[in-house]
């Protein structure tokens, strides 16, 4: 049975007011289902593939599918035009079948090209630490293409507008014969558009925007890190001919801090304490990074390299609640200028000390004595 015998619409298993999407969806489904590389040797299933995409080549064509709706079959009939489907649509459309398969990369899709989206535009911003636990808001201005106001993005004069364009008929593809196939490319003379300019806006030479200054305002969250992205949508780059425009990305950076080191949520510091502090004990206070100042209390023999953890007293979470901790690492200083009374008294300390109260000191000696005692044996 031929195709000419059935309704074309039949045959692709669609409404007779199905749009073009639900027309190519089902097409690919029955190509793929009827392919004969799918049935090799299947002699029906080879003459339905022929059938479908003798359908499916008329039924893509506005103009054909319209003269098909008036007419039917006749309309491809000697004497009605249109030059039918024929043998050309079966070659010609097998890289939709590709596609399907594939994506896009071997297949042209059909149709006119949509317009295609703005670029996305990246800003770098230098934020400080302090400014990462507060939040802010802030401005920018950046150059960045916008629609054109004069011809409000459509790239046509004022007045004036847009026509088919006459090499693709409005398809934005043209065919050539290769052989035997039938190779489809983007219409050279409208880029895929299907359409053209009649004349180009002055403004914009045609493009539909135009580089200019813009203004944006910034909100910066509490607790952003380097790294940290904040998109804002439909701030980039305005699309040719009124597409969509693309998004803004700000990628922020946060400076070294003067006091603090930062680690995700947690914040260290290095706090020095005299001798006497670190041995008798004691308490200081220092400044969180909130500006409230935060009392540190130091137990009695603390060693250099010890860390003291403040809880709740970091960074806050980012988009969550709560905060970090502030880690304090103590580093003991040893005195350099002392008085003549501060001496004395070293010295009287000096001559009580058994050794028992540096552990640490006397157990690096005893373990030196022992590896001695074992060399001389």
Request: contains cysteine.
């Given at each position: ?72 079959h006749a309309a491809f ?124 806006c002055r403004a914009c ?173």
């Amino acid at each position: 049975m031929s195709a000419t015998e059935i309704d074309y619409y039949e045959l692709l298993e669609v409404e007779r007011d199905a749009d073009d999407k639900t027309i190519k969806s089902s097409y690919r489904r029955l190509a793929m289902r009827f392919h004969p590389d799918k049935n090799p040797g299947c002699g029906d299933s080879e003459s339905r593939f022929k059938q479908i995409s003798e359908a499916y080549d008329c039924l893509k064509d506005p103009q054909k599918r319209a003269a098909y709706d008036r007419y039917g079959h006749a309309a491809f009939q000697q004497g009605m035009g249109g030059g039918g489907p024929g043998m050309g649509a079966e070659f010609g459309d097998i890289g939709d079948i590709f596609e399907s398969i594939f994506g896009s990369a071997f297949g042209g899709g059909g149709g006119r090209q949509q317009a295609r989206r703005g670029a996305d535009l990246r800003y770098d911003m230098e934020v400080s630490l302090d400014e990462a636990f507060h939040g802010k808001s802030t401005e920018i201005t950046i150059e960045v293409s916008q629609g054109c106001e004069p011809c409000h993005g459509s790239g046509a004069e004022p007045g004036t507008g847009k026509r088919t364009c006459n090499m693709c008929a409005g398809h934005g593809k043209v065919r050539a014969q290769q052989g035997f196939f039938v190779v489809e490319r983007t219409c050279p003379t409208c880029h895929g558009r299907g359409e053209v300019i009649e004349k180009p806006c002055r403004a914009c030479g045609g493009e539909g925007r135009v580089d200019r200054p813009q203004t944006l305002e910034v909100e910066i969250p509490p607790g952003v890190d380097s790294g940290t992205r904040i998109r804002l949508a439909g701030k980039g780059e305005a699309g040719p001919f009124g597409a969509p425009p693309g998004d803004l990305y700000i990628f922020l950076h946060v400076k070294r801090h003067k006091v603090f080191e930062r680690d995700g949520t947690s914040l260290l510091t290095r706090v020095p304490i005299t001798f006497t502090t670190a041995a008798l004990g004691g308490s200081i206070d220092i400044p969180g990074i909130d500006g409230e100042a935060i009392t540190l209390d130091i137990p009695a023999g603390i060693q250099s390299g010890k860390q003291l953890r403040k809880r709740g007293a970091g960074m806050p979470v980012l988009q969550g609640r709560g905060r970090g901790d502030l880690v304090i690492e103590i580093t003991v200083e040893t005195p350099t200028k002392l008085s003549a009374r501060q001496k004395e008294l070293l010295r009287e300390l000096q001559s009580t000390e058994t050794g028992d109260e540096c552990p640490g000191s006397k157990s690096f000696f005893d373990r030196i004595k022992e590896a001695w005692n074992d060399l001389t044996e």
